[in-house]
């Protein structure tokens, strides 16, 4: 009876962990999008206005829906961790933590979207294709 309740509270803490990093993914699209001053100055600093400030948005929302669906919660766990990964490499080298007066919002919450990922990409191991199974098989969710 134990390890129902558990698995019961983990599917749905699972579940909260995917919903959490789209909305934080899709709440920045608009940004994205409508070109807001504060994301053009972004990637203007890094060198990627327009064409990388479009682009990696429509990967982030290709991210965003393939994350909300489980058979695929592991490939957009992983582009999640490459997209915010090279974010948080921007912010170290390029930005700074804090950004137009943000007192570091977009960077601590690059960090919590990463770490997210890195959780939801771990419980999506098994899914993985080819490797998945072979290689989790053995231990447990």
Do not use: C
């Not at 129902?4 to 940004?31: C, D, H, P, S, W």
């Not at 909300?68 to 490499?89: C, D, E, F, K, N």
């Amino acid at each position: 009876m134990l390890n129902n309740q558990l698995e019961y509270f983990m599917k749905y803490i699972k579940l909260i962990i995917r919903i959490a990093i789209a909305v934080i993914l899709i709440q920045t699209l608009r940004f994205k999008f409508t070109a807001h001053p504060d994301s053009v100055y972004i990637f203007t600093e890094v060198g990627l206005e327009p064409y990388g400030r479009i682009g990696i948005g429509v990967v982030e929302l290709v991210a965003s829906i393939l994350i909300l669906i489980p058979r695929t919660t592991w490939l957009g766990s992983l582009a999640v961790i490459g997209i915010i990964g090279g974010a948080i490499m921007m912010h170290l080298t390029q930005l700074g933590i804090e950004i137009n007066n943000d007192n570091g919002l977009l960077f601590y919450t690059a960090i919590v979207t990463f770490l997210l990922s890195v959780v939801s990409l771990w419980f999506a191991r098994k899914d993985i294709p080819i490797i998945g199974k072979k290689w989790f098989s053995a231990h447990s969710n």
